[in-house]
């Protein structure tokens, strides 16, 4: 297999590029050949640059908050060279706000100051050789975890005052808890009883009292997505996924890589 080409490029008159150097090596190191076209490059020298060097991907580098115009001009210019295959991925100080209209002008995907350099890497093989690691998003929220002191002190809330319906009530050995479910249109509010003091759940209501305790994602393959967090420096409170509720496999993700939420993902029972 050929090796994978990319082109980093610093359009406009950005003039830092240390990011931008950072990044060309991890993707050296990660077995690709890197063309660095170097500072303020208008997007047609990119394109240029790009075709010439018959490269796979190029990647977008902006730091002085012209991305907007551009990131959609290069796109736009390989469109009319006849060379539009190539996609295109950015990054830098992106806003938040700004991702989408990119990804609307043709960028193939954004990358913030604070994505790693194995996420891109490994994006970037996955985009130009797809396999077995691709996935799509998770398909649905599957549960809502709150934490709670008494089921029977706390279901009165959600079944007479909300108005929701129980499904079941079930304990979780692995886990020292019992779940009450509670359906709310395509998702569940799971509400946590700690079984024992050593429960994760009796701990977090010790430290922080009852509350939201995690966000569950319905995701598939959740072996490999594993593996593939692992790759990409995720820190996983689980490394294999273990059982859960409903006959489920479940594994969570360490809040530290979260922003401080503890996510749960879970692949739902044959």
Do not use: W
Request: hydrophobic share 40%; net charge negative.
């Amino acid at each position: 297999m050929n090796k994978i080409r990319v082109l980093i490029a610093k359009p406009g008159l950005d003039g830092h590029d240390r990011g931008a150097l950072v990044i060309s090596q991890a993707l050296r190191d990660h077995g690709m050949e890197v063309i660095y076209t170097g500072l303020r490059q208008s997007p047609l020298q990119i394109v240029q640059a790009a075709i010439q060097e018959d490269v796979d991907v190029i990647g977008l580098s902006s730091l002085s908050g012209a991305h907007r115009t551009l990131f959609p001009k290069v796109v736009e210019l390989l469109e009319e060279k006849g060379a539009g295959d190539i996609p295109v991925i950015g990054g830098g100080v992106i806003p938040s706000e700004d991702i989408s209209f990119l990804i609307d002008s043709g960028v193939k995907k954004v990358f913030t100051s604070g994505a790693s350099t194995e996420a891109l890497a490994l994006y970037i093989k996955e985009l130009i050789h797809p396999g077995k690691s691709t996935y799509d998003p998770p398909s649905k929220i599957a549960h809502i975890g709150i934490a709670v002191q008494s089921l029977d002190q706390t279901l009165p809330f959600y079944m007479d005052t909300l108005g929701l319906s129980l499904e079941k009530v079930e304990e979780v050995t692995s886990e020292e808890v019992k779940v009450a479910f509670l359906k709310v249109g395509e998702t569940r509010i799971e509400l946590l009883e700690p079984l024992a003091s050593t429960s994760p759940i009796a701990k977090f209501i010790e430290n922080k009292g009852e509350g939201v305790h995690h966000i569950a994602f319905e995701i598939d393959r959740i072996e490999d997505r594993l593996a593939k967090m692992k790759a990409e420096g995720i820190q996983l409170i689980n490394e294999e996924p273990k059982e859960g509720a409903n006959n489920s496999q479940v594994a969570f993700v360490h809040p530290t890589s979260a922003h401080g939420v503890l996510v749960e993902l879970c692949e739902e029972g044959k």
